[in-house]
């Protein structure tokens, strides 16, 4: 069974910076496609950034350019380095994947960011 641990949250000003960072414990790291996920107050939770095992990635069109998905199969970890931060990217950050015919989530990480 795999266990996502997510780290890196906080407040930050508009246009900074945040790392997020996801730690998975059991499974075969390598062989899994991660996820990150965002969910906003009173809003659906929506996928932000896509890595495959081969390390393909995808974005949402509102993160484009400004956000990078990366992992570190030696860490067991994904990260999701986010520049020229906005407003509307506030919300709580989830790590996801699927694994076993389950959808497996971190706890999340809250992103606020300040006007």
């Known amino acids: 069974q795999v266990q996502l641990v997510e780290s890196g949250g906080g407040l930050v000003q508009a246009g900074g910076s945040l790392r997020l960072s996801c730690a998975a414990h059991?499974?075969?790291?390598?062989?899994?496609?991660m996820d990150w996920y965002r969910q906003a107050s009173g809003t659906q939770r929506e996928v932000v950034a896509t890595?495959?095992?081969?390390?393909?990635?995808n974005y949402a069109d509102s993160v484009k350019g400004r956000f990078t998905i990366s992992r570190d199969n030696t860490k067991n970890t994904v990260y999701l380095q986010m520049n020229s931060l906005k407003p509307e990217d506030t919300a709580v950050y989830y790590c996801?994947?699927?694994?076993?015919?389950?959808?497996?989530w971190g706890q999340g990480t809250q992103v606020t960011v300040s006007s």
């Open positions: 890595i495959s095992r081969g390390r393909a990635t």
């Open positions: 059991g499974g075969i790291f390598s062989s899994l496609a």
């Open positions: 996801h994947t699927y694994i076993d015919y389950r959808h497996t």
